[in-house]
């Protein structure tokens, strides 16, 4: 027994030991008490949010403590905290979430149920009570994790809490929100410059396709569309044929400027060459398409005919369309196998007029174009001249690889056309222009006056053909209350005829007017009109129209009643179809399948049922895989075809393989390729993408650490990894790379669009957007190149003293313009101003430094420019009175970081 006794004795003195260690650590912990030294101001971050004001805490033996009003304030909590009955009352993120904590008690109550609440889990301080983040963590559900190195709390959860999506929600609103235009006009902004080049490699859209008929046998055909510069002129080239030898080649070479610098004192906004458009007449000519040139100073995209334009653009092979005025389905094409989509005499309203043409690949791709034509008082600004004029060979190509003989009937056409501004409400306008037409030419002079009066808009224009009749049309547009209205008439007299107007036609009247009705929470848009024709042989035809519009959660559907009637001169049939039609378009999804297309019915007349349908219906099987059904009925023809198509987007390319098969036994398959290949502003050389390079313009964007606020990037200043940057509702594919660059596709072509950075995928809160960006005007084919700057940033504190010792109250300095201030002064400032410290951390960049090595030598950078520790404080800046505390040695024994915690003390010497 007596040899065990000293085994015991050492067994029982490290038992006395430990539990003395344990009983000194809880002392110490109980004794612990708030000290400046210990104090933190801490940022909350949930993600890529910083929420709130930063949060005031301590380090505490047992880790790190905040401040719980502060929390409950950040986070939004609906918390009730009373420090008299010391209780705090309330729920987190869900109703069911009660918390409750009682101090007199000792408790915790949550969705866990009730627990007493640990040692250190809660310090007295003077700001309130003191809450341990690990004590939190239990009892939120969720993970507080203190990053004292970048002064930071972080809050991370398993699932997205309410906050988080209120502040998405507040996001996309904000990208929705409308900017009017005195707090958002794009020529205020910073310009970027694109300016032209003798030659830039151009960026080429490729489709070929492959396909196989059980009557006819294999084709292949294909479609390459280039667009670049050249000679300081843009260009494209649009290649289509098959292997067989048949081809066409479009060039166009152009040059398009919507502020109006081109050709010097001309001031055009268009000038083209080989294949181009003509402008359209009000009563004579339609837009001729070929061979030619073409010069106006008109804005781009403006209509060329009051009250109703005309939207046109590419279409690529197997591609389809829909048009939507304000929100409202109006139109859909399919692909007509020219290239190119056309939504011809689109009404126009008074007001504005929003069109969206949305347009749907193959290969699953979705593209929106954009475009905007309101229709008001000040049509043209008074005392402005606009022209244009231009000559073309109908119908006929630059470079005709068919070797056939043109069509004598259509020939050559020409025009010019002149409108002026008289005052706010009055433009005048006159046009000449010559075309072939049934096989003899045409010469018209067409004159045009336009005046406001009140909410109404009057249109009167008269064309005289030359050695013919004349035809006259007035046109008013207008707004009473909440009805818009449109009414025509035209009036015919002698032996004229356009392409515009019938050579059989003397009266036509119209009237049309749409509302929106109010139906509980939402507007139902109705639209209806009437209108009569009478041709010059007597015939009259009647007509009736009432369309609507529904837009309800995913589906969007447009019905068109149309009724016409007819009645013909004695002993003369009727010429006109009559009879009822209703029409419909629409699109929907249900689930991952998404449906869209029209049908037509006949509902009275000669010809009664399904008239004609067209309908695709897609699934997408994956985030790159698609599968894609198509019907297409035409009952005058008895003929259905079916098509089953299955997609598949790759990384550089887009994959489509069809089947087809009709109601007569015919069957066929088609193998289709798209890609595009183009330069690659990014990593250099070429890049090949499923995107339309050439259709659409690009944003080439470096994104640099501004250090010196210069707005410029010099060698010393690094590049910035992991941004996304983005362009009105386009953003990069990806982040920027390891050289700080990125790419933006999709843009439209001469539109200006703001190019800036997304602030939310910033992961370093200390870094901000220097400005709002930069504005470029996109060019297809062609990559515009810019630089944006991040400013280092960062916030001190300043308590300003009057003369008599007395506080005047406190103020929050921005460090970014602390920064800039003191760089623009630093070359005609002294030495001893240039040592003061807040200028000095301004002009090394030690403002926005962390707890890294780098900080050291910040400071040492800062006594070597001052000399000596010492000079530091006595330096003030220029003329504003402003010393530093009297011991800066203390901060550089912190390692600065405590500069950058709690802020810098400055007072202000007496006067």
């Known amino acids: 027994m007596r040899r065990t006794f000293p085994w015991l004795r050492h067994a029982v003195a490290l038992v006395a030991a430990a539990v003395a260690v344990h009983a000194g650590e809880g002392a110490q912990a109980a004794t612990w008490t708030p000290s400046e030294d210990d104090a933190l101001l801490l940022e909350l971050h949930s993600g890529k949010y910083k929420l709130g004001q930063p949060l005031r805490g301590y380090q505490t033996p047992g880790g790190t403590c905040v401040d719980f009003a502060d929390l409950i304030q950040a986070l939004d909590l609906p918390v009730r905290l009373d420090k008299k009955s010391r209780r705090a009352t309330g729920w987190l993120f869900a109703e069911d979430q009660r918390l409750i904590i009682d101090r007199d008690a000792n408790t915790v109550q949550n969705v866990n149920g009730e627990r007493s609440i640990p040692d250190g889990a809660i310090h007295d301080t003077p700001e309130g009570w003191?809450?341990?983040?690990?004590?939190?963590?239990?009892?939120?559900?969720?993970?507080?994790?203190?990053?004292?190195?970048?002064?930071?709390?972080?809050?991370?959860?398993?699932?997205?809490?309410?906050?988080?999506e209120a502040i998405e929600r507040k996001s996309r609103a904000a990208q929705l929100r409308t900017p009017t235009f005195g707090d958002f006009d794009l020529a205020r902004l910073p310009?970027?410059?694109?300016?032209?080049?003798?030659?830039?490699?151009?960026?080429?859209?490729?489709?070929?396709?492959?396909?196989?008929?059980?009557?006819?046998?294999?084709?292949?055909?294909?479609?390459?569309?280039?667009?670049?510069?050249?000679?300081?002129?843009?260009?494209?080239?649009?290649?289509?044929?098959?292997?067989?030898?048949?081809?066409?080649?479009?060039?166009?070479?152009?040059?398009?400027?919507?502020?109006?610098?081109?050709?010097?004192?001309?001031?055009?906004?268009?000038?083209?060459?080989?294949?181009?458009?003509?402008?359209?007449?009000?009563?004579?000519?339609?837009?001729?398409?070929?061979?030619?040139?073409?010069?106006?100073?008109?804005?781009?995209?403006?209509?060329?005919?009051?009250?109703?334009?005309?939207?046109?653009?590419?279409?690529?092979?197997?591609?389809?369309?829909?048009?939507?005025?304000?929100?409202?389905?109006?139109a859909w094409q399919a692909d007509r196998g020219d290239g190119r989509y056309e939504f011809a005499d689109i009404e126009l309203l008074f007001g504005d007029n929003e069109f969206d043409v949305v347009l749907y690949g193959p290969q699953g791709q979705v593209r929106h174009e954009r475009s905007s034509l309101p229709v008001g008082i000040e049509s043209i600004p008074a005392g402005k001249t606009w022209y244009w004029a231009g000559i073309v060979q109908q119908n006929r190509d630059l470079i005709d690889f068919s070797k056939t003989i043109g069509d004598p009937l259509t020939g050559w056409r020409w025009g010019v056309g002149v409108e002026r501004g008289i005052d706010k409400r009055t433009t005048v306008a006159a046009e000449y222009q010559s075309l072939m037409l049934e096989g003899r030419r045409r010469?018209?002079?067409?004159?045009?006056?336009?005046?406001?009066?009140?909410?109404?808009?009057?249109?009167?224009?008269?064309?005289?053909?030359?050695?013919?009749?004349?035809?006259?049309?007035?046109?008013?547009?207008?707004?009473?209350?909440?009805?818009?209205?449109?009414?025509?008439?035209?009036?015919?007299?002698?032996?004229?005829?356009?392409?515009?107007?019938?050579?059989?036609?003397?009266?036509?009247?119209?009237?049309?007017a749409s509302t929106r009705l109010n139906l509980g929470k939402w507007q139902l848009p109705v639209e209806g009109g009437v209108s009569q024709k009478l041709s010059r042989d007597g015939e009259k035809v009647n007509e009736w129209?009432?369309?609507?519009?529904?837009?309800?959660?995913?589906?969007?559907?447009?019905?068109?009643?149309?009724?016409?009637?007819?009645?013909?001169?004695?002993?003369?049939?009727?010429?006109?179809?009559?009879?009822?039609?209703?029409?419909?378009?629409?699109?929907?999804?249900?689930?991952?399948?998404?449906?869209?297309?029209?049908?037509?019915?006949?509902?009275?007349?000669?010809?009664?049922?399904?008239?004609?349908?067209?309908?695709?219906?897609?699934?997408?099987?994956?985030?790159?895989?698609?599968?894609?059904?198509?019907?297409?009925?035409?009952?005058?023809?008895?003929?259905?075809?079916?098509?089953?198509?299955?997609?598949?987007?790759?990384?550089?390319?887009?994959?489509?393989?069809?089947?087809?098969?009709?109601?007569?036994?015919?069957?066929?398959?088609?193998?289709?390729?798209?890609?595009?290949?183009?330069?690659?502003?990014?990593?250099?050389?070429?890049?090949?993408?499923?995107?339309?390079?050439?259709?659409?313009?690009?944003?080439?964007?470096?994104?640099?650490r501004d250090d010196n606020g210069d707005g410029y990037r010099q060698a010393n200043e690094g590049l910035v990894e992991g941004v996304v940057v983005e362009a009105g509702f386009r953003h990069t594919d990806k982040p920027t790379n390891k050289q700080g660059r990125a790419v933006i596709n999709g843009l439209r072509p001469y539109v200006p669009v703001l190019v800036s950075i997304d602030g939310g995928s910033l992961s370093d809160p200390l870094l901000q957007p220097k400005g709002p960006g930069r504005v470029v005007v996109p060019r297809p084919g062609v990559a515009a190149t810019l630089s944006l700057p991040l400013s280092p940033t960062g916030e001190i504190e300043a308590l300003v003293l009057g003369s008599d010792g007395e506080p005047h109250g406190g103020s929050r300095w921005n460090w970014s313009m602390l920064r800039e201030s003191c760089c623009a002064a630093r070359r005609s400032i002294s030495m001893a101003t240039c040592c003061s410290m807040p200028c000095l951390m301004a002009i090394t960049g030690c403002a926005w430094l962390r707890p890294r090595p780098r900080q050291r030598a910040c400071a040492r950078r800062l006594v070597r420019r001052c000399g000596s520790i010492g000079r530091i404080p006595r330096c003030g800046l220029a003329g504003s009175g402003w010393r530093m505390p009297r011991r800066p040695h203390r901060w550089l024994r912190h390692d600065l970081n405590r500069a950058i915690k709690f802020g810098l003390t400055a007072r202000r010497a007496p006067a």
């Not at 390729?673 to 250099?684: C, E, N, R, W």
């Open 130 to 164: 003191c809450m341990d983040t690990g004590a939190l963590s239990t009892w939120f559900g969720v993970r507080f994790k203190p990053d004292l190195g970048n002064l930071a709390l972080k809050l991370e959860s398993d699932r997205k809490l309410p906050f988080l």
């Open 545 to 704: 129209l009432l369309r609507s519009s529904l837009h309800v959660s995913r589906v969007a559907l447009t019905a068109e009643l149309l009724g016409r009637s007819a009645r013909a001169a004695p002993g003369r049939p009727v010429s006109a179809e009559t009879g009822t039609r209703l029409a419909l378009i629409g699109n929907t999804s249900i689930g991952k399948l998404r449906l869209r297309g029209s049908a037509e019915f006949g509902l009275g007349g000669g010809f009664k049922g399904l008239q004609r349908v067209q309908m695709v219906a897609e699934a997408a099987l994956n985030a790159r895989s698609t599968l894609r059904a198509g019907i297409e009925h035409e009952a005058a023809a008895k003929q259905t075809d079916f098509k089953l198509a299955y997609i598949h987007q790759f990384d550089k390319l887009a994959l489509r393989f069809e089947g087809r098969a009709d109601n007569r036994g015919r069957i066929g398959a088609g193998l289709t390729l798209a890609f595009s290949l183009g330069p690659d502003p990014v990593d250099g050389g070429w890049r090949m993408t499923r995107d339309r390079l050439a259709e659409e313009g690009q944003a080439a964007v470096e994104v640099f």
């Open 443 to 512: 010469d018209y002079i067409e004159a045009t006056l336009r005046r406001a009066l009140g909410p109404v808009l009057f249109d009167l224009s008269g064309a005289q053909q030359l050695g013919g009749g004349r035809a006259l049309r007035g046109q008013a547009l207008g707004r009473i209350g909440g009805i818009r209205f449109d009414a025509q008439v035209l009036w015919v007299d002698g032996e004229f005829e356009s392409e515009l107007v019938d050579r059989f036609q003397s009266r036509e009247y119209s009237l049309k």
């Open 191 to 330: 310009q970027a410059e694109l300016p032209y080049r003798n030659w830039r490699t151009p960026s080429v859209d490729v489709q070929i396709q492959a396909q196989w008929h059980n009557s006819r046998g294999t084709q292949v055909q294909y479609e390459a569309l280039a667009s670049g510069e050249a000679l300081g002129l843009s260009y494209n080239a649009r290649l289509a044929g098959n292997l067989d030898g048949k081809a066409a080649l479009r060039l166009k070479l152009f040059r398009n400027d919507p502020a109006g610098g081109l050709l010097g004192p001309l001031k055009a906004t268009q000038v083209a060459l080989g294949d181009v458009e003509t402008q359209r007449g009000g009563l004579t000519g339609q837009g001729g398409y070929g061979r030619g040139a073409f010069i106006s100073n008109r804005p781009l995209n403006l209509p060329g005919r009051f009250g109703k334009t005309t939207l046109r653009g590419t279409l690529p092979s197997g591609w389809d369309a829909e048009l939507y005025r304000n929100g409202e389905l109006r």
